[in-house]
């Protein structure tokens, strides 16, 4: 069950985009921890992905970019991620980031508003959709089953390798390195796209440095903790080879 907060939070954002879209909109759904069943109240971001049924002018666009950031402060969470895609889009594989919005912000968030999707990388928005399509809970419209394509296990193993390259380089010694790197281990080796403490609680196990993962673990649940960078940095090599090599046989 959604905690009563996070669920009147999704239907504020999802009335914005009614006030704003009007019949374009076709959905708005909740994906990352909250889809996931790792979310942690008041440490989790809330992630929600919305669809347009066609494409969106640049004043409509900053229109809904101010509006969902306005709407963001109320966020009971760490903050709001929000993306807007078209429906033909996320009915086909994916090319790159191809939304028409991403606008993020709240209590502890920074805001942030992009409106072209070919200036940001596209590997974070292809495992959203990943994620819409396996666990995504709708807010409003349909199933995301019948509105999101399903996408290969090979482009989200050359997603994941991309998150793990693009960690290494700015943001290697965080929590969200380690549990993006636990949650991309057990997607190679066991095709199992679930939340970041589950990957974590599957990589403690087999990671020789347990203690890396439950810094990283202890860091979500808002407790005190440290992150050694050279712990860190192994991990996430690791991780990059064995989702390289996965990717190299196809598997």
Known sequence: MLAPEVAEFGDRVKDVLVHTLGGNLVGTYFVGSVALGGYVPGESDIDIL??????????QKQRIASAVVEA???????????????????????????????????????????????????????????????????????????????????TLLEAMYESMAWHRVHEKATLYSVLNACRAWRFAQEDVLGSKL?????????????????????????????????AVDALLSEVGAQLRAATTLGC
């Open 198 to 230: 589950e990957g974590a609680a599957w990589a403690r196990t087999r990671w020789p440095d347990a203690g890396v993962i439950d810094a990283a673990v202890a860091l979500r649940r808002g407790e005190d903790a440290a992150l050694d960078g050279s």
């Open 72 to 154: 963001s402060a109320a966020c009971p969470a760490r903050g709001l991620e929000f993306t807007l895609y078209r429906r033909d889009v996320v009915g086909s594989p994916p090319v790159g980031a191809d939304f028409e919005v991403n606008a993020n912000g709240g209590p502890r968030m920074r805001t942030a508003m992009h409106l072209d999707a070919t200036a940001e990388p596209g590997f974070w928005y292809v495992l959203d959709r990943a994620i819409a399509r396996r666990s995504g809970r709708a807010i409003s419209g349909p199933p995301p089953r019948r509105i999101f394509a399903d996408i290969p296990r090979r």
């Open 50 to 59: 919305a669809v347009s049924d066609s494409a969106l002018t640049l004043p």
